[in-house]
């Protein structure tokens, strides 16, 4: 492991292990290639109080929807999207707290499943109702958004406040190569549709849907290999010499964790409900097209803790953390969200596939090969900001003036 | 900023300010990302001399156009050609002496602008009189050739005279991240015409314009912060610890440059009207297609001071300034003139959008990112300098099989 | 050339000249690029052990083909592939020991021609016949097959057993772009396609034929560069310090070594031919496509040589000797053989082209960016060995779904 000559003691990566128990809004990001510092603590105690008070806008949505008379889905729309950033947080501190006691294993497993909780449920929804298009497109947007409008923001805001930062690249490679690995999974259906369309046996959805279920599989085994890799077998990779603060707060019982998980659970899922029951009116009022709501507004939304807590980390001059939530993020989304969700659409009865369209494709191809020149020196100023941010606007101006609804080629 | 230990202090970078008063033919290409060193001076005055007994071209050139009786369009397109060469060095040495007059801002901004002077003034007139495919394919054809033709065959040429040639890959990570943002923006207009024609609403040319000119103005601002980046906040990326030798040549007065300026802005405008306005009659002459012409004629003529000068600075070890000239050039081409004509063509009432022909959008990426592989250790040899040729080579061939019109996909 | 300061001395890079008649299975691919060390000598020779005892298959096969009443084309197939192996093994040693009598020159030429001798007469033969999607399907498994699969495995299995491994990554790089250029010129002709089918030109089978040979030309002129660079001008890359440990087999004789040549050489043609030969019935009995049997079947068969010994290499700790069989062995086939192939098919009367399938192209292309990334840092652990697998499982999912035959983007 090359670690960074110039980098001082309190900047190395601490072990994730420690990290999990301290850090509510950004629950196992962390672990997926690059890992935190407990400096960080007093900013994630502030962050948590900043967000907290957007709990008002929970009670408002459910106002909004169940008093009679009402009918806005705009500022429904809009109070459930704000919502569902703090009660994301609440998951995430009650996801830490129940993993810190059930042990490593099931702890990681935990972490992995609630880590993206927000988005999952999100899309979990939008399948039940049948909103494929909104599935994916808020798939691509969640890894594109991460990985350049959260780490860009990061980067450019970090950058103009330090003249150069410094990340563990040998952390950040697994994960990227692993968002590379995602990447080619996800043009594979695209691919498979052209090519068979092109034949006289011709395309079918069904092989189609096939196709999708075995990358899926594999993309899921990968996950957690990658998993294994990061918190077991190479875990000295993400660990810095630092001695680790002791941990000072009061942890909770297993059983406050496990109520404080479920009602968040559940208020986020309605809150969801609230929100994709409402794109549909929303879209049409503001004219704008469904898969750009799901690229841009949703994926915002869903991403919404992780964004903050990246920027802030930034500021803070760790960007270990920063450059570890965005990509952790992306990397969760990927190869564990995307998978789940093609194996709920089968329980759903309403089996999905994993084509994406040829812009989303293209946007997750982009973003990832950028993310890859981005992260190999392990440093970081305010022009590779501006960078990310330009991909991102650029990629943003496609999806805006793309017709509602496209072809899938 | 990693400094190679192996490389002699003399062939470090010096401040581009310095630089800008000595070299007529590079102006502002070792800005963008990479410097040059006091001691290419030499170099530049016996360069100078070589480039300038190419006047002679331009008379015969006025003469072949004006004589009465005379009509050889390949004769007045090939004199034309050559003797844009030298007037273009005219400009950038003019352009240098007035930039040192006027102030680091302005000045700056006057090297961005006439930088690649000949290729804007070429392109201009082709696009006011309707070749947009002309113009689009010298802008494909510049970066290209840059990046494949004048880097390979200086790493070439530098090669098999030294064993291994060093350069700074901190400077150069920045242009070269930028070239994968252009090539990624050069891109999407194809996407979405894809996309989009597959849809029920289906494509249309206004909203593509739209498209192209948002992607435009995006890649213009990503430009000056480019420019921001090298010239101010992190200039001392591309400082060299060496002290600057004094310049002892004496400099032009303000109204002199000025008086340069314009007369040479004038006869390239002349002569690339008479090659322009050939195109034509040559392209049926030799038989070979309008995008030939587009991407190897034209993108050649262009940029011959750069070539020239890039591969005399190889031979002379200064990588550095060998690779700055190429990526750099490529860089201005991507990021300012290709927004700038796209700008232009709407004064010109011609509206221009930035969708590029498959061919040509394939021949940027590989390129770009070729380039990226070939940047990414600081250090050439030979080889790579025949990988980059034989990719011009592949693509050379690929245009040159292309059958005239073709479908822009 | 940056040496890994934590590479022990035994671990270093040994001169290919020697290296050469030492290892029977593994002729010349260590040279495009990487080079092994002496002390792999008892290895090879349990190898050879290991491999000979397959011979057994090949008085089978000729007993399946030939014994009056027999007509078992499944058993046959078999039969031959797996004779194959150890016949290509004594090709590659008898190689060897005549390269080493000839000269450096024409011993390099020898080494580059039957270096992948088995693979060249396969696809020969396949060629002979007219099964022209076959030799594609072949020459693009083979590409993918040594990066993913070969590769893939050494690095999961030696990183199971040795922490983390290093390699010389000053010599993959060579190699790697090299393979990059080869994915570019692989790409062109299916763009070619594309384009010209949508100008009123219209695209011809001639044309594309000639876009094909002038980019086996290139390829091809390529690849000698590459062989001069590796063994003459910059074989220092290459080497290390260590002292080669003497040599004490006994050397063949030069006429030994001829008709140990001319022998294996003709046994690998017959079973070539049945093997072809029985590529169409094995294909229908079993139900996959004739590309899936291609781009998996023979294309494991004809570098299960290279494999086994890559997998042996990776577990002793030799890591530079892994990846430089498995990428040398890519970067054969495709500046080498599949130029050669093409050349071959004008000699045959049935000219081919180097139009691949859009799928195949995305493989290549997938493949050798992810090997690009793998690569970049000198190091490998047993995460990147999944990664790899990953990829060439989610590839073997699209071969196998493709319907047959498909159309040809």
Redesign the interface.
Known sequence: MIVPLQQPPDRKCSPPKLDERKHPNLPSKCRCGLSSSPGARAVFMSMKLSLNWLLIFAPIAFALRFWPGQANPTALFVCSAIAIVPVAGWIGRATEELAARVGEGLGGLLNATFGNAAELIIAGIALSKGLTSVVKASIAGSIIGNILLVLGLSVLLGGLKH?EQRFNK?GA??A???L??AA??L??PT??H??????????SPA?ER??SL??SV??F??YF??LA?TLK??KHFFVGAEEELEEKTQRWTKSKAVVVLMIATGVVALLSEFLVGTIESVRASIGVTEVFVGVVVVAIVGNAAEHSTAVVMALKNKMDLSVGIAIGSSLQIALFVAPLLIFLSYCFGRPMDLEF???EV?AVV?SV??I???S??GET????G??LL??Y???G??FF?????????
């Open positions: 003249k040998t490679r697994t990227v190569i692993s590379s690995l080619i999974a043009v594979i691919v498979f052209l090519a068979a369309s092109g034949s006289p046996g011709g395309w092989v096939q196709l075995g990358i594999v993309l085994i990968t290999c990658v890799f077998t190479h369209s040829l812009p293209f982009a090969y950028i890859f020149q981005i190999g020196d100023n305010w022009i590779e501006v960078q330009s991909v606007l650029i990629l101006i496609l003036y793309l017709p509602e609804p496209f072809a899938r080629h």
